[in-house]
């Protein structure tokens, strides 16, 4: 048996379980909204985080990478792991997967991914749209134990850059958040988060900063030996300057 999983927001440079094979591509009818809740891992319940979920839209891509288990055993533990680790998403579904090389005819069918719904009746964790700038407060303020929501959010446009997506959605809401925590170009400006020294220091000096987080999924993750490295990327690159 073959076990395929659709990452498209942590998943993409975290997947935090062994895989065999790691393909970049994109599913169709889909788009990449901020619009889920984070209360156990970015946020908390009091002042819950923001991080992606999908919401059908004709004619989108979103862009994201299958990870293929295989094995009756090792699926069963990824699946364990992976409904511990999504467990406010509310559906689980099949799609269809495309690549560069076979951009309309799927090069994997039978996809699984894990989505957020946009049904408050169905999905207590759905926060829905908001203006650029209200998103990007809550972002910009909310932590939780696995740290930071923009440590989430930078990561993940970093790491959808480094798979050959710009998306222009994530990349005008990180710059809004930048301005907001006052992280300019040259890395040297993090005001009005004085808790954040460190991550200041990671910035300026084009570190990496390890992330922290929630210890029950850490103990998880230790029994699977995941191989992912756990990093924060600095700024600066030409296309997320601040405007």
Same mark, same amino acid.
């Given at each position: 048996?073959?076990?395929?999983? &659709?990452?498209?927001?942590?998943?993409?440079?975290?997947?935090?379980?062994?895989?065999?094979?790691?393909?970049?591509?994109?599913?169709? @009818?889909?788009?990449?909204? &901020?619009?889920? =809740?984070?209360?156990?891992?970015?946020?908390?319940?009091?002042?819950?985080?923001?991080?992606?979920?999908?919401?059908?839209?004709? @004619?989108?891509?979103?862009?994201?990478?299958?990870?293929?288990? %295989?094995?009756?055993?090792?699926?069963?533990?990824?699946? %364990?792991?992976?409904? /511990?680790?999504? &467990?406010?998403?509310?559906?689980?579904? &099949?799609?269809?997967?495309?690549?560069?090389?076979?951009?309309?005819?799927?090069?994997?069918?039978?996809?699984?991914?894990?989505?957020?719904?946009?049904?408050?009746?169905?999905?207590?964790?759905?926060?829905?749209?908001?203006?650029?700038? +209200?998103? =990007?407060?809550?972002?910009?303020?909310?932590?939780?134990?696995?740290?930071?929501?923009?440590?989430?959010?930078?990561?993940?446009?970093?790491?959808?850059?480094?798979?050959?997506?710009?998306?222009?959605?994530?990349?005008?809401?990180?710059?809004?958040?930048?301005?907001?925590?006052?992280?300019? +170009?040259?890395?040297?400006?993090?005001?009005?988060?004085?808790?954040?020294?460190?991550?200041?220091?990671?910035? @300026?000096?084009?570190?990496? /900063?390890?992330?922290?987080?929630?210890?029950?999924?850490?103990?998880? +993750? %230790? %029994?699977?030996?995941?191989?992912?490295?756990?990093? /924060?990327?600095?700024?600066?690159?030409?296309?997320?300057?601040?405007?």
């Amino acid at each position: 048996m073959v076990l395929w999983v &659709f990452g498209y927001g942590s998943l993409v440079w975290k997947a935090g379980f062994e895989y065999d094979e790691r393909v970049v591509g994109f599913i169709k @009818g889909y788009t990449r909204v &901020f619009n889920q =809740a984070s209360t156990d891992h970015r946020g908390t319940p009091e002042y819950p985080g923001r991080t992606v979920t999908l919401e059908p839209q004709e @004619g989108s891509r979103t862009a994201g990478c299958a990870y293929r288990v %295989s094995g009756y055993d090792a699926e069963q533990l990824v699946l %364990s792991y992976l409904e /511990l680790r999504e &467990f406010e998403y509310d559906v689980r579904t &099949f799609v269809d997967f495309y690549t560069d090389d076979s951009p309309n005819t799927p090069a994997i069918t039978g996809v699984l991914v894990y989505i957020g719904s946009p049904n408050p009746s169905k999905n207590q964790y759905y926060l829905g749209p908001a203006p650029l700038r +209200e998103m =990007a407060s809550q972002i910009a303020t909310a932590r939780g134990p696995a740290g930071t929501n923009y440590e989430y959010l930078f990561r993940l446009e970093e790491a959808l850059f480094e798979i050959g997506c710009e998306d222009q959605y994530i990349i005008d809401l990180a710059n809004e958040v930048r301005k907001i925590l006052g992280v300019y +170009e040259d890395g040297k400006c993090l005001q009005d988060f004085e808790e954040d020294q460190k991550l200041l220091q990671n910035f @300026g000096g084009g570190k990496l /900063l390890q992330d922290d987080e929630d210890a029950e999924l850490l103990e998880f +993750e %230790s %029994s699977l030996k995941a191989p992912d490295s756990r990093t /924060l990327v600095t700024v600066g690159r030409e296309r997320i300057t601040v405007r």
